[in-house]
């Protein structure tokens, strides 16, 4: 594509995320739809530009002040994804003295919230709860995530499959704490490979395995993921099954189920029964109660941990809606609380950042329920044999805390308690 035509095609996408009425991984999925005539380059270059501009919006748009023309086509320059050659080609010579400007300007004379590219709603916990090392954490967060696959524990062993990917030359190696993951240099067409298609493969962030390893499921037992969305996390339950037992996948949502089934089919596990659910409150769940052994609670939550991947949801959330979000997760919470019979497990997980959604829900659960004991995970991660499982954890060793600037995961939390007998 000719490079003023790739710039105007950004700065249309560009525009079209802006408006935030969408998610944006929602908004590019339709553009690529609609303008299936684009190569694999145009479409990187697209989709990086757009995730750019997200990524570093307080920057790019103080930035954008100086030049003129067009707020999108001003922004998917500074955004540009591609050689600075490339993309000047297709500027005038006002937009190319303009862009050498911006590009002159050091850290040094940045403002913090065009440094750390948060809105301060978010940085200001953010700054109080980690003070020197925040800054470290604002910069993973606006980078790119790596690539983790889980190995298919129940069909192929990590080692073989690292083999099979080095022939297909896709470099890999295994993930530092789950003893699934295999972390992938690049982004390479993974649906062609033998090994995706039948199931020894699938694409899941480090630390949403360790979830799954921390719930800790066995052979022939009964088991709920409580808010299976897509099913990640019911796949890797399933695998550690070892295909036995009965494993539920509730969710309120039957769209979110359906995309499950393919990647079920794929795993070869039979013991994996999905239903939507009305509510939290729903019979299927009064019929199970004080039935189960292990329950994972993943709670739908703000998803800030995942903004390497969503950096559109830093603008697209407020302080408002985590409000509204700790209402609903304490709710869901108490429900699923009634599954676990003596002796049984209850995991609380998110993908947030935020001690409103985490340690907040996890201490008042367990102040308002004697009938559950804690359980330090990270005593837990060890009996598991998890590398470094004190460094996982907060500092009393109470609960996992991934962040993507210590672990290299997405923003994970995770509290467990065990029902008393």
């Known amino acids: 594509m000719h490079p003023k035509a790739l710039l105007d095609a950004c700065t249309e996408l560009v525009g079209r995320v802006l408006k935030f009425d969408h998610p944006a991984d929602a908004i590019v999925s339709r553009y690529f739809r609609d303008n299936r005539s684009l190569g694999p380059r145009e479409r990187a270059t697209l989709a990086e530009t757009t995730y ?34 490339f993309l000047k080609s297709a500027l005038s010579d006002t937009e190319r003295h303009w862009l050498d400007q911006c590009d002159a300007v050091t850290l040094e004379q940045l403002m913090d919230p065009h440094r750390h590219n ?18 470290a954490l604002a910069n993973s967060l606006n980078e790119p995530a790596p690539l983790d696959l889980r190995v298919n524990a129940l069909s192929a062993r990590r080692e073989a499959v690292q083999e099979e990917l ?40 480090e630390g949403s395995q360790l979830l799954a390893l921390v719930t800790d499921a066995h052979r022939g037992e009964m088991v709920v993921d409580f808010c299976a969305g897509a099913g990640g996390k019911t796949l890797a339950l399933g695998a550690s099954m070892r295909n036995t037992g009965r494993l539920y996948a509730f969710d309120t949502s039957a769209h979110r189920l359906d995309a499950l089934k393919p990647r079920l089919a ?27 052994d292990r329950v994972l609670v993943d709670a739908p939550c703000s998803g800030l941990g995942t903004l390497r991947r969503n950096p559109d949801l830093k603008w697209r959330q407020s302080q408002q809606a985590i409000g509204e979000l700790t209402a609903l997760q304490g709710r869901i919470l108490e429900s699923a609380a009634r599954l676990p019979k003596p002796g049984g497990r209850l ?13 907040d829900i996890a201490r008042a659960f367990s102040a308002s329920h004697p009938e559950f004991e804690p359980l330090p995970v990270d005593a837990l991660l060890e009996s598991l044999k998890v590398a470094h499982a004190g460094a996982l954890c907060t500092d009393d060793g109470q609960f996992l805390r991934l962040w993507p600037h210590r672990h290299a995961t997405d923003g994970f939390f995770a509290a467990v308690w065990q029902r008393r007998s």
């Open 118 to 135: 948060l809105p301060e709603w978010l940085a200001a916990p953010l700054r109080e709860q980690f003070g020197a090392e925040f800054m």
């Open 52 to 85: 750019n501009v997200l990524r570093r919006k307080l920057l790019l748009e103080q930035l954008a002040r100086s030049g003129a023309g067009p707020r999108e086509r001003r922004l998917a320059i500074l955004g540009f994804h591609g050689p600075r050659d």
């Open 166 to 205: 080095a022939k297909a030359a896709i470099q890999a190696r295994p993930t530092p704490y789950s003893p699934w993951g295999l972390r992938v240099d690049g982004k390479p067409a993974l649906t062609k490979l033998d090994a995706f298609t039948r199931g020894a493969i699938e694409v899941q962030d």
């Open 347 to 359: 995991v609380y997980a998110t993908c947030s950042l935020l001690r409103e959604e985490n340690e």
């Open 266 to 292: 794929r795993s070869g596990l039979s013991n994996v029964h999905p239903a939507a659910i009305a509510h939290e409150r729903d019979d299927r769940i009064k019929r199970l109660a004080g039935k189960i």
